[in-house]
T-cell receptor, first 110, second 113 residues
Framework: QKEVEQDPGPLSVPEGAIVSLNCTYS??????FMWYRQYSRKGPELLMY????GNKEDGRFTAQVDKSSKYISLFIRDSQPSDSATYLC??????????FGTGTSLTVIP | KAGVTQTPRYLIKTRGQQVTLSCSPI?????VSWYQQTPGQGLQFLFE???????NKGNFPGRFSGRQFSNSRSEMNVSTLELGDSALYLC????????????FGPGTRLTVT
């Protein structure tokens, strides 16, 4: 069983829709949770970071961590065509080594 | 401030050969991590360097090695290439080890034939 599971999609939504991206994990010791966005032919860029449980909001993006269910989510409100990318979740025990999901490909249709 | 740079961007090698990839971190960043990205496995951690010392190593065979220089630039080497080594190799830099704020380079696309 992989440490981090992520539905690869692809996910296709109309512009303006709310997007929900999710990851599950198996190791309850994970403490740091991150979401990255990766455009084609580019490296991943950090979008959101959460420590332990709870919610975090940044503009149109909201990250949620549910440690009891070992489940994290990224919500994108009012999605834009520029949000079309692959979204990767990542987790860490101590910040020294990161475990990534395989990524979900998102297309926002104008 | 310039971002993380990786050279070369694309590389084609033959099975059995070796390859060296280079990474220049963001100015002032002293920690460099390397990842392998494939469609099936996603990003997998290779190793992390700080102050010219390897701090952490992922679950990869000894054919994968790396080093860091005094200016924080890093190289990774893969010897005796296999077809399965075809992947995007990403370098990430951060100010200090253990920081969640990693900045990735564009990667080197390695194809092994």
């Amino acid at each position: 069983q992989k440490e981090v599971e992520q539905d690869p999609g692809p996910l296709s939504v109309p512009e303006g829709a709310i997007v929900s991206l999710n990851c599950t994990y198996s190791n309850s010791a994970f403490q740091y949770f991150m979401w990255y966005r990766q455009y084609s032919r580019k490296g991943p860029e950090l979008l959101m970071y959460t420590y332990s449980s709870g919610n975090k909001e940044d503009g149109r993006f909201t990250a949620q961590v549910d440690k009891s269910s070992k489940y994290i989510s990224l919500f994108i409100r009012d999605s834009q065509p520029s949000d079309s990318a692959t979204y990767l979740c990542a987790m860490s025990f101590t910040g020294n080594q990161f475990y990534f999901g395989t990524g979900t490909s998102l297309t926002v249709i104008p | 401030k310039a971002g993380v740079t990786q050279t070369p961007r694309y590389l084609i090698k033959t099975r059995g050969q070796q390859v060296t990839l280079s990474c220049s971190p963001i100015s002032g960043h002293r920690s460099v991590s390397w990842y392998q990205q494939t469609p099936g496995q996603g990003l997998q951690f290779l190793f992390e360097y700080f102050s010219e010392t390897q701090r952490n190593k992922g679950n990869f065979p000894g054919r994968f090695s790396g080093r860091q220089f005094s200016n924080s630039r890093s190289e990774m080497n893969v010897s005796t290439l296999e077809l399965g080594d075809s992947a995007l190799y990403l370098c990430a830099s951060s100010l200090m080890p253990g920081s969640y704020e990693q900045y990735f380079g564009p990667g080197t696309r390695l194809t092994v034939t």
